[in-house]
């Protein structure tokens, strides 16, 4: 298992193109998607009253924060398996962006937990088809980012990704089971998701999350191609 799980690693690991190296030193960084978090908040914030809006950047809150802690202070300090940038069995058959190789070990993914747990409680909050689409789009290519670069072995993204998916539904059901005490209604209409949220701020958060990675693309490009 181990013998496949490095020869997969390499097998996604890097590129001969510089553009597509820019593209994914880009979008692994989480400063680059900055546009999308606010957007995010203000939706959020837009479409619930001040208490449920508050009881649900606490709930995200606290979600990245036992996530990260699960992650990187709890099973990758116990564990102790190296990247594959660290790893002295292959760490010189990995092709490195611009030097980066990220801490000593890499299992599980932080990314993978952190961006499935949130796509996960997102697209629960929000019930609509289309911006769960677009969310689980956005973890694949980030967690994927982390295997172009080098710096998770699959088995490390996959457990990940697995973490963050129960992690995300287990603090949705948590935070719906507060918000049901606090007998809020929801404008139920064709004009809303079935959680009370506006179809058309849904379409603008789709909106938003495509540019930024248009933006992204641009930003490659101005890197230069090779």
């Known amino acids: 298992m181990l013998e496949l799980d490095q ?12 553009f597509w190296d820019n593209v994914m030193y880009t979008v692994t960084d989480t400063f680059s998607w900055t546009a999308v978090i606010i957007a995010l908040l203000i939706i959020i914030f837009k479409n619930n009253s001040l208490k ?6 606490v709930a995200i809150a606290l979600l990245i924060f036992i996530a990260d802690r699960i992650c990187s202070g709890l099973v990758k300090p116990l564990v102790e398996r190296w990247r594959p940038t660290q790893d002295p069995q292959i760490m010189y058959l990995i092709d490195v962006v611009r030097g980066y190789r990220g801490g000593r070990f890499g299992f599980f993914s932080g990314h993978a937990c952190n961006t499935f747990c949130m796509a996960t409680f997102l697209s629960l909050l929000f019930r609509s088809p289309k911006v769960t689409l677009t969310l689980f789009f956005w973890c694949i290519t980030t967690t994927f980012t982390r295997l172009y670069l080098g710096v998770h072995y699959l088995g490390d993204v996959t457990v990940g990704l697995l973490v963050g998916i129960t992690l995300g539904t287990l603090f949705y059901i948590g935070m719906e089971k507060v918000h049901s005490r606090i007998g809020a209604k929801r404008l139920i209409s ?3 998701t079935p959680t009370g949220y506006l179809r058309g701020d849904m379409d603008t958060f789709m909106t938003i999350v495509f540019f930024n990675y248009i933006c992204v693309v641009i930003f490659a490009m101005t890197l230069g191609i090779g």
């Open 7 to 18: 020869q997969l690693t390499l097998a996604l690991n890097g590129s001969d193109s510089l």
């Open 52 to 57: 449920e809006a508050i009881m649900v950047y």
């Open 190 to 192: 064709e004009q809303f």
